[in-house]
């Protein structure tokens, strides 16, 4: 019942705003429905913590017949941050989005992408969870492209472009595994792969396209470039709201489907991520630190970042998984945290060039703050977040001994430190270099709201660092449990 | 009482945090009564050493954890005791100093924020129990150091040592870090009474190298040891007191600090003993030598302090008793007299408005009580007697004389490094006091700062203590003994005294004064010597060779990064395919192309000519010359598909799919005028590439369908949507059924879908007619319409939209049992006004529909999403079917259900979409 609200809350919004409403009714409501979703999601996660896994199934059909809603821990965790990042975010949108943008549906493709978000956090059905990307692809399109110039419509082209290619690979994918096994329910799959004695050879063709369609969306090394092609574009918000949600949707789809049917062959796959994730965290910083637009530069530190999580998936512990999980929620907080500072520098000074902005120490003291916190917490410094989250994953890494892998994650720290400096340093300490007119006028209360309780979040999740980790390693514990799910899905017996 | 220490700690922090608002209301008086905290902790400190003894030691754990299985813990043993009074007296001291210092500053309190929090940082750093623990402190000093030597943000070169000490003391601490859970992955415990009869286990084990470098390394970055030092010179471009700080109590002295905390259970082994002794050596010397150099008052006490590191570093690397008691002694002597003479140097500083030593002259009485002070902390610097500086000198020759690692070459190096130091601390007495000569006349003398208590206090007491210690020594015996009970594991009698007998150590002592005195005396010779090798050494000046390193690695980083990101499309794809692709091929390999020949089933002729003309559509709509001929040829495709569905009985499909194609002909048709002039733009040789890359994917993906075609695991759930369509959800139309009531939640989402594409194609088309209004040409004249809008036709065209509509409603109505259902009744509903809208244009359209296309949507999806909701309120899950069954005379048994309400909001929504986008586009080709 309870996961059903996490689809109708943000169709509400959506089909409510098909009628002519005025900008502040849109505003406040997107404000009142994020607001909802996060008590709903703060609702779903107490239950979850005792209880463990919830189900819907969706018209009463039983699964794998019907289309089923679950979630476990790791849903109820990323449902909840989701719930808190669109609160932020719609907060924030007020006064950081021009009105034109606010008026022509800027709310309805922003509760489009939460409906899309959630849904893939409680897919239990590999169709639905295509439906869900779907739902997600449209609205962030239209989003990136919405109201922009010459630069913004090329980005958006490319990030439509490679990721239609990502839906094709991944419905290819879901219409060959369907024409083998005749289920689109994930837990069922697991069952069936985990039944046969030997799977045919011809099985792991839609699993490599199906993870090719993850990787994409999780841009990860080599499949990244449609990120830093179009994540500078559109208006700051929106960016900030695409870092902290839809790569990694991408990267949950690949945790759910490597640890239900991957697993199954996991020498390989443990292999892939391990190498897909070194490279893409390497390659991340490395890209990021020859640029000089703020948000270029946090775009390719995404990369990095997803590679830790799926670096930490091949090191194959229950450790390292629920490292993985944590550092993946401490990074949408974070990393949205940072956008959103870039957008207020954004409005303020008109451009997002590091060489020509400077001296936003000197009299916006909160802001430098709200900067220093999610940025000192991307680059792992206690008792931020991001630090719990590093160490527990190259802590995995040794007790696996993955060492050198892990001193290479380790040593990747430096260098985010070393881009979020060199914003520091750029943005708020060096003196201005030319006296740049702010872009827009107007309020900032209600965008520093936003940024504050992202920073708040940042540090409540460094500080409670302890009980959450182990909340995610029992969440990776499930995980690692394929079996409880599958039998929570489709009862013990059945098909 | 070590409870009340622990939480003094969050107390102090969180009034320092308080001083940017408490500062605007008291000034900088405020800094005096922050400083009673740290005097408090000093004073608990003192009072543990009788409650301690020889070999006791206090822990005490906050129930916080930092990470599972880290709890934030204290422990308060000998180490810590003299660590942390160090830490808290001089903490005490520089807070008032910083008061005075910083009066009037408009950013005092933020200064004494930030000083503050160092000064937790570090007691906390000292009072570790636990390596997370000491590693979380750790860190924190690095980063407020980044903030503290960055201070004078205006000032580039402030913000450079602020980058390069940052970037070198966050790379250590992440060794640390690395070295630390190293060593809990060995022993099993990050606690450190834990860990201290766990060392065999460390230092044998296979990673020990590993560990020990890492060790190192964190070691070598904070306490400035050669060649990582280059970052503490540039560190003094912080405000006085923090540099005065930095080098006496915390900071630097964090590496010695770590290297004795870890010795019991990582040191004692070849590689500690070799390698630490040599870089301290090296780094020693280098230090003292560099400073001979110097002009700059600050960089002469920078470099000494470098080389002071060095020598602890290298007494704690011999890790012998008498080391491990030089070391500590050393660094008592070392940061009473170091805080001193910088708070001196900020106080000559502010008087005479310059550091550098050859334009400074006669400040004995100018300087009041501070020459006093500095007389007798310069005596401490050179290792002369009476002061504590003396016996710490001796015991490091003591120590020295009895290892067994190169005495000969230690003593040497040690010999003239100390002699260094006498001449340094000669060289400063005689220009401050004596000369009578500078090479320029210093501006005039501020008097009022020499007489700022605040600002005397710090060095009168420091270079009393310094006094007092050496004239009683043994005060300090029983922190030793408990230190090096806990680093050593040995109980020992560290009996202090100043005069020893004659002895080697007096002798070299001796040796070593004159030595200082004869350097002094050929200072000019000496001077000249070094600044010639300065001159070669600065030719690789460490941070400009460090600032290199960045910038070039930036460069490699930049080429590096467009060759990745670089910009063109179609190698994005290329990449894409080529790898999918590969992944394919590897998992395939081998292929076994007898399976498929033997078990094909035979097709039939028909299938076979359709796929062919397919096939020939495809190749035309690539070669065709213009975009019209292209989008034909692919109609063919798309109505070859949709004949296909027909062929295998999906006749739902196959009517979706001529509609839709249909659909798509018509707005491409609509708008193709308005695109760019068709050109190829690509060499023959890139689409020859094209062609070899599409054809080996295209080969491929088939290979794959040939392959899973003939698994079949488990029978397919479509058995059951057979089973029950009737049964259960009252509907014969299985796909029908599947996309209303079965998968109703992919339906409900792929609505959500259309209807977000609706709105967001009138907001794209909406903004984009608004960059190039006025120049979009008009293809039809409203002239030339006027000729169409006949009587006949008119009526036709209404006739035909209001038979469509019905033909809808019928569609949607059997669409549960018959082939039809909402999406289709929704196209051909809406296909009768985008008829019309073609024949009378967009604004008449508009009018016939009465309400706007978009409220249209929003009753749509609102219908569907209340078909899903409604179910909620009697208890079901979400889409449930809810049926009213009615037994009709005529018509029989009719089930009325949600389902038809959900299919009601799918056609809405189809409907509306395309009037909405159809209208939308039309508006912009002026087509009204």
């Known amino acids: 019942m309870i996961l059903s609200g996490f689809i109708i809350l943000p169709l509400l919004y959506i089909v409510v705003s098909f009628f002519p409403l005025g900008l502040r009714a849109r505003q406040w409501g997107a404000v009142a429905m994020t607001v909802m979703n996060l008590l709903l999601a703060v609702g779903l996660i107490a239950h979850i913590a005792s209880t463990g896994m919830v189900k819907s199934e969706m018209g009463s059909w039983q699964a794998p017949y019907g289309i089923v809603m679950v979630a476990d821990r790791l849903s109820a965790l990323l449902l909840l941050i989701t719930a808190l990042l669109g609160t932020a975010l719609s907060v924030y949108a007020i006064q950081s989005m021009d009105t034109e943008r606010q008026e022509k549906g800027f709310y309805q493709f922003f509760a489009g992408i939460l409906m899309g978000v959630n849904g893939s956090f409680i897919a239990g059905d590999l169709f639905n969870l295509y439906v869900w990307f779907e739902v997600m692809l449209m609205s962030s399109f239209i989003l990136m492209s919405h109201g922009g110039g010459k630069v913004q419509l090329g980005g958006s082209i490319k990030y439509l472009i490679l990721n239609l290619i990502s839906s094709f690979f991944f419905v290819a994918g879901i219409g060959l595994l369907y024409g083998q096994t005749g289920t689109l329910n994930l837990a069922h799959l697991s069952r069936i792969i985990a039944e046969a004695a030997v799977l045919p050879s011809s099985f792991n063709a839609p699993l490599v396209l199906i993870a090719i369609a993850f990787a994409i969306k999780g841009a990860l090394f080599p499949f990244f470039f449609w990120l830093p092609a179009s994540y500078h574009t559109p208006p700051p918000a929106v960016t900030a709201l695409f870092a902290g949600l839809l790569t990694k949707v991408g990267i949950y789809s690949l945790i759910r489907f490597h640890t239900l049917i991957l697993r199954y062959d996991d020498a390989i796959w443990n292999d892939v991520m391990l190498w897909i994730g070194g490279l893409s965290m390497v390659i991340g910083v490395f890209t990021a630190t020859s640029q000089y637009d703020f948000r270029k530069i946090l775009s390719f530190h995404i990369i990095s970042q997803v590679g830790y999580v799926v670096l930490a998936l091949g090191f194959s512990t229950r450790a390292a998984m629920a490292g993985a999980i944590f550092f993946l929620g401490h990074n949408m907080i974070a990393k949205t945290g940072v956008f959103l500072v870039a957008g207020w520098v954004k409005k303020r000074k008109g451009t997002l060039d590091l060489r020509r902005l400077g001296e936003l120490f000197s009299r916006n003291k909160w802001w430098s703050v709200m900067f220093l916190i999610p940025a000192f917490s991307l680059a792992g410094i206690p008792p931020l977040s991001g630090f719990v989250g590093k160490y527990a994953i190259i802590k995995s890494g040794i007790d696996a001994h993955h060492t050198t892998a892990a001193l290479i994650a380790l040593f990747v720290g430096v260098f985010t430190l070393f881009s979020m400096l060199k914003i520091w340093i750029e943005v708020f300490w060096k003196p201005m270099p030319t006296a740049i007119e702010p872009a827009i006028k107007g309020g900032e209360g209600l965008m520093l709201t936003g940024a504050a309780l992202l920073a708040l979040a940042t540090i409540g999740m460094g500080v409670a660092g302890a009980p959450i980790l182990d909340y995610c390693t029992e969440a990776a514990n499930d995980l690692f449990n394929p079996n409880g799910y599958v039998e929570f899905v489709l009862g013990r017996g059945g098909v | ?928």
């Open chain 2, 1 to 928: 009482m070590i409870r009340t220490l622990v939480y003094l700690l969050p107390a102090l922090a969180l009034l320092g945090m308080l001083a940017p608002p408490m500062t605007r209301r008291l000034g900088h008086i405020y800094g005096v009564i922050l400083s009673a905290i740290p005097l408090l902790m000093m004073v608990l400190f003192l009072s543990f050493n009788t409650t301690l003894g020889d070999t006791q030691s206090v822990v005490y754990a906050t129930p916080w954890q930092l990470v599972p299985g880290a709890p934030l813990s204290f422990r308060i043993d000998g180490l810590s005791l003299i660590f942390g009074v160090m830490v808290s007296g001089i903490g005490f001291l520089v807070l008032n100093y910083a008061a005075g210092y910083m009066k009037g500053h408009a950013h005092i309190g933020r200064f004494l924020m930030l000083m503050t929090l160092f000064m937790v940082s570090m007691l906390g750093l000292v009072l570790s129990e636990n390596l997370i623990t000491l590693f979380f402190f750790w860190e924190l000093t690095s980063v407020i150091s980044f903030l503290l030597i960055g201070f004078d943000n205006h000032l580039e070169k402030a913000r450079k040592a602020a980058l390069q000490a940052l970037l070198i003391t966050a790379a250590g601490g992440l060794s640390l870090l690395f070295a630390f859970l190293l060593m809990g992955n060995i022993a099993g415990t990050y606690t450190i009474s834990e860990l201290l009869d766990k060392g065999p286990l460390i230092t044998h084990h296979h990673h020990y190298p590993l560990i020990f470098i890492l060790l190192a390394i964190a070691v070598f970055t904070k306490s400035a040891q050669f060649p990582f030092h280059f970052w503490l010179p540039g560190a003094m471009n912080a405000p006085t007191p923090v540099s005065a700080y930095l080098h006496s109590a915390t900071m630097v002295n964090a590496g010695v600090f770590l290297m004795l905390r870890v010795m019991p259970f990582a040191g004692d082994t070849m590689l500690w003993k070799t390698v630490f002794p040599i870089v301290g050596s090296v780094t020693m010397f280098v230090g003292a030598f560099l400073s001979f150099g110097e002009r700059d008052l600050k960089r002469i006490l920078a470099f000494t302090t470098i080389s002071a590191l060095g020598t602890m570093v290298l007494m704690a690397g011999l890790g012998t008793n008498a080391a491990t008691k030089a070391t500590l002694v050393f660094f008592v002597v070392h940061g009473l007299y170091k805080g001193a003479l910088f708070m001196i140097t900020g106080i000559i500083d502010k008087s005479t408005g310059t550091r550098d030593l050859m334009q400074l002259r006669q400040l004995w009485k100018p300087l009041r009580s501070v020459s006093g002070a500095t007389f007798i902390t310069l005596f401490s610097m050179a290792g002369l007697p009476p002061m504590l500086g003396f016996i710490g000198k001796e015991l490091i020759y003591g120590a020295k004389l009895q290892s067994g690692f190169f005495p000969e070459v230690m003593l040497m190096l040690g010999i003239g490094t100390n002699a260094l130091m006498v001449a340094i601390s000669i060289l400063i007495a005689y220009r401050l006091f004596w000369s009578r000569k500078a090479e320029v006349a210093p501006p005039p003398f501020k008097d009022k700062y020499p007489r700022l208590m605040l600002l005397w206090m710090g060095p009168v007491v420091l270079s009393a203590v310094s006094l007092l210690l050496g004239l009683t020594p043994n005060r300090i015996a029983r922190y030793l003994n408990n230190a090096i009970y806990h680093i050593r594991a040995i109980e020992y009698d560290a009996h202090l005294t100043l005069w020893h007998g004659f002895n080697a150590e007096l002798l070299l002592s001796i040796a070593t004064v004159t030595l200082g005195v004869v350097i002094f005396i050929y200072r000019e010779t000496v001077t000249r010597f070094i600044t010639r090798i300065n001159g070669v050494i600065n030719r690789y000046y460490l941070p400009d060779l460090f600032d290199k390193l960045i910038k070039g690695y930036v460069k490699v980083a930049a080429r590096q990064t467009n060759r990745i990101q670089h910009g063109y499309h179609r190698y994005y794809l290329m990449t894409f395919f080529l790898i999918a692709t590969g992944a394919m091929a590897v998992v395939l390999f081998p292929f076994e192309f007898e399976t498929w020949m033997t078990s094909a089933s035979p097709v039939k002729t028909h299938i076979v000519i359709l796929l062919a003309v397919m096939s020939l559509g495809m190749i035309y709509a690539m070669v065709s010359p213009s975009r019209l001929s292209a989008i034909l040829a692919l109609g063919i495709v798309g109505y070859g598909i949709g004949l296909l569905y027909l062929f295998f009985g999906a006749v739902d499909l196959a009517i979706t799919q001529f509609l839709v194609e249909t659909l798509i002909m018509v707005l491409f048709i609509l708008v193709i005028d308005y695109l760019p002039a068709f050109a190829s733009l690509s060499v023959r040789r890139s689409r020859r590439r094209d062609a070899i890359i599409a054809t080996v994917v295209g080969v491929f993906v088939t290979i794959v369908v040939l392959e899973a075609r003939f698994v079949n695991v488990v029978p397919p759930i479509s058995q059951f949507f057979i089973d029950h369509s009737l049964l259960k959800a009252f509907g014969h139309n299985i796909v029908n059924v599947i996309l209303v009531d079965f998968r109703a939640m992919d339906t409900l989402g792929e609505i959500t879908v259309l209807a977000l594409a609706a709105s967001g194609v009138v907001a794209l088309v909406n903004v984009g007619q608004k960059c190039q209004s006025g120049q979009s040409p008009m293809r039809i004249p409203p002239a030339d319409t006027q000729s169409l809008r006949t009587l006949i036709i008119a009526g036709v065209v209404t006739w035909i939209r209001r038979v469509l509509i019905v033909v809808a409603v019928w569609l949607l109505l059997r669409g549960h049992n018959a082939p039809g259902g909402g999406f289709i009744g929704g196209i051909i509903a809406a296909s009768g006004y985008v008829f019309y809208a073609i024949i009378f244009g967009s604004e008449p359209t508009r009018k016939k529909l009465r309400i706007p296309p978009f409220i249209i949507i929003g009753i749509g999806l609102g219908l569907s999403m209340l078909a899903g909701v409604l179910p909620m309120f009697m208890g079901e899950a979400m889409l449930t079917a809810q049926w009213l069954h009615l037994t009709l005379p005529m018509a029989g048994e009719l089930h009325l259900g949600t389902p038809l309400l959900f299919d009601t909001g799918v056609m809405l929504v189809v409907f509306g979409m395309i009037n909405a986008i159809v209208l939308t586009i039309m508006n912009v080709l002026k087509w009204n």
